[in-house]
């Protein structure tokens, strides 16, 4: 979706500095989530780069409607895509791209910093076919309302929520052993 | 009613966590949830999952933020850095500014870098006090909840409180409109317990050595407190009411509702069932006006009403159509006539 544009309303990065702490403040994040799409580190961070970097070069012809965040959000995500469809092409229509972008190059998680917990929802999110997880996705990480996500997919409300409901159902199915239950306790115990 | 324990859409469920249901469905959900232990052991493992999955934070790598943003924003000069540069008279004299501009550079550098690490710093260990002394004061928080606060009481909060989890400490009493997001609860710390939310409007008193009170306008809340060395919870659903005991901790629900207990925040007036002459008590009260009975058997009719911030005289009016009950006004007096409920 293009977003219309006006100078005066972009929510004050009247210089550098501003922008500066744009970056810092949402860099991790974005990148994080381009690697739920990606899956490549490296590809990830200069997605995020690239839309900080258009972001600049286009700072005075860009408005943003809606917060910056979910702005950027979007542009990261809008990215992923093209990364994607492009990826998809290079590797000549690759049947295995469900979901995400699939390469030949292992990946390498650092395990310090990387909890099991995380690896295991990494996975089930992985593992929602495609149009699901965006849709989960953009609910999830960037704070979309159903009817926003409809109407950005040209898809019925109905159809998203449907997605939404089967998404959790899933990760909760095939995270339940994971999650710290401590509420669940506590819940007991009032019991009597 | 349809509460039994597993007579509920799960769709529903879903809608209730994101927030995208029906005010219809929201009280479906809030009374099934209420009807049982399972069915919020249900619900908490569907939360927890929507919870767990909302951290963003992994990355198969670590960034550091500073040194990437250094070599990013080199790009964007690059690309600014077509200004007007006058032609220089000698090479020495370039040298030479060219090391004064650098020197700028590096601190400007250092500066900024320093300023974003103070400033995280601070914003972890900054808390904000909002206190109320003899008015009530209302503000609206960062995360765009609503706090109403009674007099002489106080808030605390630390400034940065969107980050993760929305805590508050309070001393008196406060009625809170909470934005909702599951992902971060809001909790409201009291001398003698919490209560946890997930975006609702609801009640805490918790004044110095006295009962500490929870009353829920709207939504559910989780009230907790610890009694002999053991975290006891409650939920609350609308309409609901749980009090920690003065000074052992105790934790009970208590059916019976003050109907002027949230006329301080919003003059809102929930009448159960009420006796008339209590209504005219608490009318005479918060309106400060005169009420005349001429009948005794008035007073014995039970009302049961809702009155959001109406005037006295169309509280009045209400009653006395309810009542078949006459109305006369006159100086800042008005007189109730009529048969009033005598069978009843």
Redesign the interface.
Known sequence: MNQTITSKDLYGFKDIRDFELLFKSHYQNLCSYAYLFLKDPDISEDTVQDVFYKLWKNRDAVSIKTSVKSYLFRAVRNGCMNVIEHMKVRDGYRENIEGGYNGEKQETIDHAIVSELELKIRETIDRLPAERKKIFMMSRYEGLKYREIADELGISVKTVENQMYQALGFLRENLKEYLPLILWLIFIKMGK | MKNGKNDID??KL??Y??D?ISTEGRREVELWLAAS?EN??EY???S???K????????????D??K??DS??S??DE?AAKRNITPEKNPYQRTVRFLYAAAAVTFLTWI?ITM?RLIQNDTFKKMETLASNELVIMDTLTDGSIVRLNENSSLTFAKNFRVSERKVKLQGEAFFEVMPDTAKPFIVEAELGSVRVLGTSFQVKGFRETDMEVYVEEGIV?M?AEKDG??????LVSGEKGIVKYPDGELVKEGVITPDELFWANRKLIFRETRLSLVFELLRKHYKAEIDVENEEINKCLLTATFDNEEIDQILEVIGASFELDVEKGENKFTIKGRGCSNE
Request: glycine residues 6%.
């Open positions: 799960r769709r879903v809608l966590l994101l995208e232990g919020r052991k908490e493992l569907l927890k999952t929507w767990e999955t909302g951290k963003l934070g992994f990355f198969p790598k670590e960034i933020t500073d990437t943003w990013f924003s790009r964007l690309n900024s974003v989780e907790s053991d975290m006891i919870s409650l939920v």
